[in-house]
Nanobody, 122 residues
Framework: QLQASGGGLVQAGGSLRLSCAAS????????MGWFRQPPGKEREFVST????????SYSDSVKGRFTISRDNAKNTVYLQMNSLKPEDTAVYYC?????????????????WGQGTQVTVSS
């Protein structure tokens, strides 16, 4: 089970930190990812992190502004979002991958959280 939190309304240029708490699975054995679905659009990849945290990947649209991290002792993955833009407005989902290594496509993930809304005003 994955529980995402930390979304909200923020002005452009602001920051938010999303958290995703995991239970019911050996969290530290699996890569994790963040995806988002903007209003009226398809779900898209945002970021992923390997089981140990040693490997990360980002979409071009968030690279340099977002940082993914994980704390295996707390079974939690984070997404620090800085310099937010209106186009970052979306429902953000965390997901657990099928294996240890960072994955960028949603078909590589088998457990999904419920989503948290992020709204960036201009």
């Amino acid at each position: 089970q994955l529980q995402a939190s930390g979304g909200g309304l923020v002005q452009a240029g602001g920051s938010l930190r999303l958290s995703c708490a995991a239970s019911g699975r050996i969290f530290s054995s699996y890569a994790m990812g963040w995806f988002r679905q903007p209003p009226g659009k398809e779900r898209e990849f945002v970021s992923t992190i390997s089981w140990s945290g040693g490997s990360t990947s980002y979409s071009d649209s968030v690279k340099g502004r977002f940082t993914i991290s994980r704390d295996n002792a707390k079974n939690t993955v984070y997404l620090q979002m800085n310099s937010l833009k209106p186009e970052d407005t979306a429902v953000y989902y965390c997901a657990s991958a099928r294996g240890r290594w960072a994955k960028t496509t949603d078909d590589e993930y088998d457990y999904w959280g419920q989503g948290t809304q992020v709204t960036v005003s201009s």
